[in-house]
């Protein structure tokens, strides 16, 4: 049986997601790297994996899937018994199940978007040599402070967004929270004490720690 193949690039913040899990998971697996200027024929290899041209993709013997969410999902359930439990204690109480998929809709329509464009503003754009807009900057912490807030409201009741228990919910945050720790938007963390908890507890972890190698 072939093994877990990632397509993708170890700097993208959606492919740091499936890394992650897998890391959680103490799965072995094989990081293909994916620059689609790398020339056409690898190009139309990646496509055969994810038509839409985005990484990461993924493979698992005869599975062939992607969007990062997708992906951990799929891992987390897959291999259940395996390292770290992603998914609620009780994954079969719907209840609760339902509060951690909130959590994950949370931070993929509320906080991702703004996490990831201060992440190009402060890091990225960097790379490429170009510079960073303080506007758009300004703009985008405004917006992520009011989600932060509600972060701020819910962890003063538990310990991790979806309850008492690290999940997905949490994981699904660390790689873009480990770009801004580096920026001048760290201060959004840390200056709302139990969010700064958090994030000191999530990108602690040892798998988080492997992403950053």
């Known amino acids: 049986m072939a093994g877990i193949k990632v397509f993708g690039h170890a700097a993208s913040i959606s492919t740091r997601r499936v890394l992650l899990t897998l890391h959680e998971k103490n ?6 790297h ?3 200027k790398d020339g056409e024929h690898k190009k139309e290899s990646f496509l055969s994996h994810n038509p839409f041209g985005k990484v990461p993709a993924f493979e698992d013997g005869d599975l062939k899937i992607f969007e990062s969410r997708a992906i951990t999902q799929y ?3 897959r291999y259940e018994g395996q390292g770290t439990n992603l998914l609620q204690p009780d994954s079969k109480n719907l209840a609760h199940y339902a509060i951690m998929a909130m959590g994950m809709q949370v931070e993929a329509h509320q906080f991702d978007p703004l996490a990831s464009k201060l992440a190009w503003e402060h890091v990225f754009k960097l790379i490429y040599g170009l510079t960073t807009d303080q506007a758009v900057v300004a703009e985008e912490e405004a917006k992520l402070a009011k989600v932060l807030d509600v972060y701020e409201a819910r962890l003063k009741e538990f310990k991790y967004l979806a309850g008492d228990t690290f999940t997905l919910t949490d994981l699904h945050h660390i790689p873009a929270v480990q770009y801004l720790l580096e920026t001048p938007t760290k201060k959004l963390f840390t200056e709302r ?5 958090w994030v000191a ?5 040892p798998a988080s ?5």
């Not at 720690?209 to 190698?213: D, E, F, P």
């Open 34 to 36: 994916v620059d689609l």
């Open 209 to 213: 720690q492997k992403i950053l190698q």
């Open 27 to 32: 799965l072995d697996f094989e990081l293909v």
């Open 201 to 205: 507890e999530i990108t602690k972890r």
């Open 75 to 77: 891992i987390a359930h």
């Open 193 to 197: 004490p139990h969010v700064n908890k």
